[in-house]
C-alpha cells in the first residue's frame, strides 16, 4: 500500500505556528493510513472465507502418504493447480517427450551405422533416411508425434524396431495431447468461474421489514443467463464456550435467508436482498448496535445453482465480519422501469445504503411499544411498483 505522506511545498514561506502545526498533523496522517492498513491486513487474516469465496486455511503435520493420496488423484490435482504449473507441465510434457524419442531414434540410427561420422557405404540400408546425427533426431522425433510431414525424414521397412518404436511415440503422444487438452479444458470450464460474475453487497444491514427486524444482504447476477435451482444459506462462525467448559472453536451456526419469492427454486433474473428474520431463535437477537461491532464472529453466506447454459453446479460464498454489518441502515432501490417499458439495474447504488430508524437492539423491537416503526423516507423504501426513478439525483 502506498502511503502518500508528503506535503506540497510553495514558494511563499508559511509562519512559524503553521508550519509547526503541519508537521504534527502529517505525522498523525501517516500514523492513522499505516494503522488503518495494519487493521485491514489484520481482518483479511483472520477471516475464514474471505471475500470473493477463498478460504484462509492452512493444513500442517500432514503425513506424506497424504501427499501420496494426491498423486494418486492426480487429475483433481491436475485441475486444481495455478495456470502457470499447467502451462509449465505441458510445455515440459511435449518437449520432453520429443526429446527422449529422439534418443531413442538417436540410438536406432547409431545401431544401424546410420549416422554421417560412421561413414556408412553407398550401398547401406537405413533405418532412417537423412537422420545423420542428434539434431536431426529430435527433429524427427518432432515431426513423427507432431504429424508433421516434410518430406525430408521418413522411416524405411527395414527395422522392425524402428517400427515399433514408431507406434509407441504415436500412442503416446496422442495420450499426452488428450490429456493436456482435457486439463486445459476443464480448468476453463470449472463452475467456480461461473462465480466470478455474482457478487454480493459489500456490506450486510439491520433494519425493520414487513413487521420484523432483518438482517439484509444484496446479491445479483452479472449475466443474463439463469441460475436454475438455486438456494441459499449460510453459517455463523464464532468461538463458543460449551456448559462443561470445553472451547469450540470456529463453531458453526445455521443461519436460514430467505427472499420474497420463498427460499428454493429462486428467479435469479435482477439483484435479490437476502433476509434474515432476527427473532428468539437467531443468534443476532443478543446483539445491539453499540455491541454488534463488538462481536467476534464471520457470517459466511452460500449461493448454489446451476447454470443455465453449461449444466454446471457453481457455488458462490463471501463472509461478513461485524465491522461490515451496518445497524440502523437499508439499501437504496436499484430497480426502476424506464419510459420505454423496460427493467433498469442501476449497479452503481447496488452497496449503498441510507439511514432508517431502528431499535437498538433485537430485544426492544419485539418487546418494548414504540421501537419497531418505519420512517417515510421515499430514498429507503424498495421501490415496489417499479415506478421511473432517476436513481443518480
Not at 527395414?158 to 486445459?184: D, E, K, P, R, Y
Amino acid at each position: 500500500m502506498r502511503l502518500a505522506c508528503s506535503a506540497v511545498t510553495s514558494s511563499v514561506s508559511l509562519p512559524s505556528t503553521k508550519r509547526e502545526a503541519s508537521g504534527p498533523r502529517m505525522f498523525q496522517s501517516c500514523q492513522k493510513r499505516i494503522r488503518e492498513h495494519l487493521a485491514a491486513r489484520r481482518i483479511r487474516r483472520t477471516r475464514l472465507v474471505t471475500k470473493d469465496g477463498r478460504c484462509n486455511i492452512e493444513f500442517g503435520n500432514v503425513r506424506y502418504s497424504n501427499h501420496f493420496a494426491l498423486l494418486v488423484d492426480f487429475w483433481t490435482t491436475f485441475v486444481e493447480i495455478r495456470w502457470r504449473f499447467v502451462l509449465l507441465i505441458f510445455i515440459a510434457s511435449f518437449a520432453g517427450s520429443w526429446f527422449i524419442f529422439g534418443l531413442l531414434w538417436y540410438w536406432i540410427a547409431k545401431s544401424n551405422g546410420d549416422l554421417r561420422w560412421q561413414d556408412p557405404p553407398e550401398n547401406h540400408t537405413r533405418c532412417i533416411d537423412n537422420v545423420n546425427g542428434l539434431t536431426t533426431a529430435f527433429l524427427y522425433s518432432l515431426e513423427t508425434q507432431t504429424t508433421i510431414g516434410y518430406g525430408g525424414r521418413a522411416l524405411t521397412e527395414h527395422c522392425g524396431g524402428a517400427v515399433t518404436l514408431l507406434i509407441i511415440q504415436s500412442i503416446l503422444g496422442a495420450i499426452i495431447n488428450c490429456f493436456m487438452c482435457g486439463v486445459i479444458l476443464a480448468k476453463i470450464s470449472l463452475p467456480k468461474k461461473r462465480a466470478k460474475t455474482i457478487t454480493f453487497s459489500e456490506t450486510a444491514v439491520i433494519c425493520p421489514r414487513r413487521d420484523c427486524l432483518c438482517l439484509l444482504i444484496r446479491v445479483a447476477n452479472l449475466r443474463k443467463t439463469l441460475l436454475i435451482g438455486s438456494q441459499i444459506y449460510g453459517k455463523l462462525l464464532r468461538t463458543t464456550v460449551t456448559p462443561d467448559g470445553e472451547t469450540i472453536i470456529m463453531d458453526q451456526v445455521n443461519i436460514d435467508f430467505v427472499v420474497d419469492a420463498g427460499k428454493d427454486n429462486l428467479f435469479f433474473v435482477c439483484p435479490l436482498t437476502l433476509t434474515h428474520v432476527i427473532d428468539k431463535a437467531s443468534p443476532f437477537f443478543e446483539m445491539a448496535v453499540d455491541t454488534l461491532h463488538q462481536q467476534e464472529f464471520e457470517l459466511v453466506v452460500f449461493l448454489e445453482g446451476t447454470a443455465e447454459s453449461t449444466s454446471s453446479s457453481c457455488q458462490v460464498r463471501t463472509s461478513f465480519i461485524p465491522q461490515e454489518i451496518q445497524w440502523g441502515y437499508k439499501f437504496l432501490p436499484i430497480i426502476s422501469r424506464t419510459k420505454e417499458g423496460k427493467y433498469r439495474v442501476d449497479f452503481s447504488n447496488f452497496s449503498k445504503t441510507v439511514p432508517v430508524a431502528t431499535a437498538h437492539c433485537a430485544y426492544c423491537f419485539h418487546n418494548e411499544k414504540g421501537h419497531h416503526h418505519h420512517v417515510h423516507n421515499p430514498m429507503a423504501l424498495d421501490n415496489q411498483g417499479f415506478d421511473v426513478i432517476d436513481i443518480n439525483d
